[in-house]
């Protein structure tokens, strides 16, 4: 029967809650309280062949058009099995002004009913609500007031049952809204955490907002916390919340999705979204709830425009290969499909639900998974980064990471600076093709490298076939790794020979001295680099390997910085004065890896040799001139001797400067 729901036979304890879904009374433009329905003959009813939930939008009933506007109150009587109990009504969420009340107690109140619009003070507070059922009957009587909607009623059920199933019913729900909620707030503090750590991923701030904006949007109206943190808004202003947030949420998205892919994404669109979604909530601040529909109306068609671009954008994006883009063209037709079935759903088309809120949090933990595949390439790209500018280099600069360089960071440090080069490299080079070279550069040096790494240094750059390494550890781990170059450069000629190419003969330079490690360059485009005389000093000391015939020569401070030079097969080589320095150096070979003979050669003529170098220095030329002769002739690979020899001739022939002071002057050495 129309009006009247019989729960006679209704077990609240074994049956469980149920929904006031049906037929109510219906008394169009009047707004009836319980006194009302006690004076007799009581109010006019008007017949309708709508339900609750539900709206009335311009019906015929009984021949007469309903308006679906203004003023209304519903009636539904019910019939309960018990007498003397104590019932619940679940929280409910009324889209328009409204007063309730059950079994004549008043449940749910609003201020200005029936009065100006704007006075009216409707809430809708997260209570759950009881009454007191003397006997087996019990009205409800809903008031609603549609000043600007064009349609009156509710949008869901109300449920009724004993007061523990409500309350623990509306726990539950409560506790799920507040983990969705909590979820969504740390998210966003989450994503502008991210943020702050790397400014330039502006994508982690926009989904931060989006994350806030959806929190607030699922705050209005599911159990209305924001009324129950500013208890004197009204539902006006929970209305015009919501709708900020919808047409601000359409805009930040748009400018994620453009932050994501940058490359297609036309700025003209972005520009349109901002404008829109500043110009809609202007709109929705500057005028009343009575114009909100109209402009829903044209943000509706924004949004679905909108929708049909980025859909057709990821498309292309993802035809395109570009990252997850197939990953955000699912997420976005899943939100899109539940934004359709909730219009559906408010249009009373179909019954299924609100899921907007639900969606919107899967979306988003969507949109996370996939910025997180991107922070894990980005991770993956530092790593690649971090074979251009090495650990090390980070490390000595209290570095954690490559993207924590700053354009002249720099530091002041001791260290050893290697440099290796090829010998004859032009020569080699003419008998190959561009193709070839770089193949066997790239031969050559991944097998150089991974010595070097091996005793503690790191490679600073590649100069072409050239190696410049840097070791921060001490002067022993360059000197062994020096050793270590060419020992590996022995097992890596052999192969050469077996392939039939010509062996690979390349010298070294290693100097100790203070160098500044650091950045140069410009916003845009800067690079790791060491700056310091020692590094000059050592590539010439390494040029200078070919004017003696000899593959490892290191200066007299990086001789000084050895814990124990007895350990090392060394000899003095000579005093120079190289080019753009004014104090004389020290040389020293280290001769460990010469082949047996010629290293067994150099032990037992060591004495002499030193007595030559003395001679040499104090101007006995003739004297040195027969001591180096005799180390010639004991050996006549020994390439230091035969240099002696030729120089001791040219001074005994044209005589020595006056200030020589057994110094090798005007040494000038440049790279090939």
């Not at 006031?20 to 009302?36: F, H, K, M, V």
């Not at 809708?124 to 009587?141: G, V």
């Not at 020569?553 to 060394?570: F, G, M, Q």
């Amino acid at each position: 029967m129309t009006g009247i729901l019989d729960l006679s036979e209704w077990d609240f304890d074994q049956d469980g809650t149920i929904k006031l879904d049906g037929e109510w009374e219906y008394y169009e433009g009047q707004l009836l309280t319980p006194d009302s329905f006690r004076i007799k003959p009581g109010p006019e009813k008007t017949a309708f062949r709508e339900a609750l939930p539900g709206r009335l939008n311009f019906n015929e009933v009984v021949g007469k058009k309903l308006s679906g506007k203004g003023n209304a109150t519903f009636r539904l009587t019910i019939k309960f099995k018990d007498t003397d109990k104590i019932y619940g009504l679940e929280p409910v969420h009324f889209s328009l002004p409204h007063q309730l009340w059950a079994d004549g107690k008043l449940l749910y109140p609003s201020v200005g009913m029936g009065e100006n619009p704007k006075t009216i003070l409707s809430q809708f507070l997260p209570l759950t609500t009881t009454f007191h059922a003397k006997d087996q009957t019990a009205q409800i009587i809903l008031q609603t007031a549609s000043p600007f909607f064009v349609r009156v009623g509710l949008a869901r059920s109300i449920e009724i049952g004993t007061e523990s199933q409500i309350t623990q019913k509306s726990n539950n729900k409560l506790v799920f809204d507040l983990f969705l909620y909590g979820s969504l707030l740390t998210l966003a503090l989450y994503h502008f955490y991210l943020f702050g750590l790397r400014r330039k991923e502006v994508s982690t701030l926009y989904l931060g907002g989006l994350c806030l904006l959806t929190a607030f949007l699922y705050m209005m109206p599911t159990e209305r916390f924001l009324v129950v943190l500013w208890p004197n808004s009204d539902w006006q202003t929970a209305g015009k919340l919501e709708y900020i947030c919808a047409y601000l949420g359409l805009a930040v998205f748009v400018m994620y999705i453009a932050s994501i892919y940058p490359q297609e994404f036309s700025q003209k669109m972005i520009w349109a979204a901002q404008g829109l979604g500043g110009l809609f909530t202007l709109l929705t601040l500057t005028t009343d709830m009575a114009s909100q529909p109209y402009t829903m109306i044209v943000g509706g068609v924004t949004v679905f425009v909108f929708s049909l671009y980025l859909v057709f954008f990821l498309i292309r994006a993802g035809l395109k290969k570009r990252d997850e883009a197939i990953y955000s063209l699912a997420a976005l037709i899943f939100l899109l499909g539940i934004i359709i079935n909730d219009i559906l759903y408010n249009q009373e088309v179909i019954s299924t639900g609100r899921f907007v809120p639900y969606g919107g949090f899967i979306f988003i933990l969507a949109q996370s998974f996939i910025l997180g595949l991107r922070f894990q390439k980005s991770f993956v790209r530092i790593d690649a980064y971090e074979r251009f500018v090495p650990k090390e280099f980070l490390k000595n600069l209290g570095k954690e990471a490559i993207d924590n360089v700053k354009l002249g960071d720099n530091v002041e440090k001791e260290m050893t600076v290697l440099f290796s080069d090829i010998r004859n490299f032009t020569t080699l080079s003419e008998q190959m093709t561009p193709k070839e070279t770089f193949k066997f550069i790239n031969s050559y040096l991944s097998v150089m490298g991974p010595v070097i790494r091996n005793h503690h240094g790191f490679i600073d750059k590649f100069i072409g076939d050239a190696i410049m390494a840097l070791f921060d550890t001490s002067a022993d781990d360059a000197v062994r790794g020096g050793i270590g170059i060419l020992q590996r450069l022995v097992e890596y000629n052999q192969g050469r020979k077996q392939a039939g190419y010509d062996p690979v003969v390349i010298g070294i330079g290693i100097n100790t001295g203070t160098l500044r490690i650091g950045t140069v360059g410009e916003r845009d485009r800067m690079e790791a680099t060491v700056i310091s005389d020692a590094v000059n000093l050592a590539s010439r000391i390494e040029g200078m390997t070919k004017m003696y015939g000899i593959p490892l020569l290191i200066s007299d401070a990086t001789y000084h910085a050895l814990e124990d030079p007895t350990k090392y097969h060394i000899r003095k080589i000579d005093r120079v004065k190289v080019k753009g320095k004014t104090k004389p150096v020290t040389l020293w070979e280290v001769f460990d890896l010469d082949p047996p003979e010629l290293l067994d050669y150099k032990l037992k003529i060591a004495a002499i040799f030193e007595e030559a170098i003395s001679l040499y220095h104090s101007r006995q030329f003739e004297e040195a001139h027969e001591l180096f002769l005799d180390c010639l002739t004991r050996n006549p690979r020994d390439k230091t001797a035969e240099f002696y020899v030729e120089r001791c001739k040219l001074y005994m022939k044209m005589g020595d400067e006056e200030d020589w002071g057994g110094i090798t002057r005007r040494v000038i050495y440049e790279r090939e």
